[in-house]
């Protein structure tokens, strides 16, 4: 079956730091993948997502992702950090077969930025 | 626009009792999935709606579990009779028209079912 690792359940950083959250998948077809936010009191947002060409995909607000094939990740990273950027963020692939989108996701990642 | 909208944001109930949450998608879009994520668990997929017929309900527990999409607009999802298990925030979202795989899909604020 079709899964999504997230390495980090918790983590915390200082303004300013760099940024990278570990996603590994493990699906053997094409893979179309993203990583969603959830800020605290508000709904489940896209941050980015990538489905072919160039496997370094920016988003909204500074993040971007690489996709690795051979090593079935794709990590999101942010160069500096900000205090709002706390939030759960969650990988997921999709894992749809027939066209239509089925999304697998990872257990999250709580990101805390302290000021 | 309006986004995704679902009730109630909250339900405690008991266990046996039975709970209907709803769903309103945005409004023109065709596909409407179903998810629950379980405390410290993942996002898991319940089911899927293009329009008023069930695409893929591979997602769904058990048979207590019913869902329906009349009219293919607003959705249910009722669980009857509620087990404790079936605590969690179940989340809804939708995406635009047909097949297709670089859509996004937009979610809903989600509805945190207690099951006592």
């Known amino acids: 079956a079709q899964s999504v690792s997230q390495h980090n359940h918790h983590v915390i950083l200082s303004e300013a730091a760099s940024l990278e959250l570990g996603c590994n998948y493990s699906?053997?077809?094409?893979?179309?993948l993203f990583w969603y936010v959830q800020y605290p009191g508000q709904h489940l947002q896209l941050l980015l997502k990538?489905?072919?060409?160039?496997?370094l995909v920016k988003g909204i607000k500074g993040f971007e992702a690489e996709f690795i094939k051979s090593k079935f990740s794709f990590n999101l990273r942010k160069p500096s950090v900000q205090w709002s950027d706390t939030a759960e963020y969650f990988c997921?692939?999709?894992?749809?077969?027939?066209?239509?989108?089925?999304?697998?996701f990872g257990t999250g990642t709580r990101l805390l930025v302290s000021p | 626009e309006a986004g995704v909208t679902q009730f109630p944001s909250h339900s405690v109930i008991e266990k046996g009792q039975t709970v209907t949450l709803r769903c309103d998608p945005i409004?023109?879009?065709?596909?409407l999935y179903w998810y629950r994520r379980v405390m410290g668990k993942e996002i898991k997929f319940l089911l899927h709606?293009?329009?008023?017929?069930?695409?893929?309900e591979s997602g769904m527990p058990n048979n207590r579990f019913l869902a329906e999409r009349t009219g293919g607009t607003y959705s249910t999802l009722k669980v009857q009779p509620a087990e404790l298990e079936d605590s969690g925030v179940y989340f809804c979202?939708?995406?635009?028209?047909?097949?297709?795989?670089?859509?996004?899909?937009?979610f809903g604020p989600g509805t945190r079912l207690t099951v006592l």
């Open positions: 979202a939708s995406s635009q028209k047909g097949r297709s795989l670089t859509d996004t899909q937009y």
């Open positions: 699906y053997g077809g094409t893979v179309n």
């Open positions: 990538y489905f072919s060409g160039d496997p």
């Open positions: 997921a692939v999709n894992a749809g077969d027939t066209g239509f989108q089925k999304l697998v």
């Open positions: 409004s023109g879009h065709d596909n």
């Open positions: 709606f293009v329009k008023e017929s069930k695409q893929d």
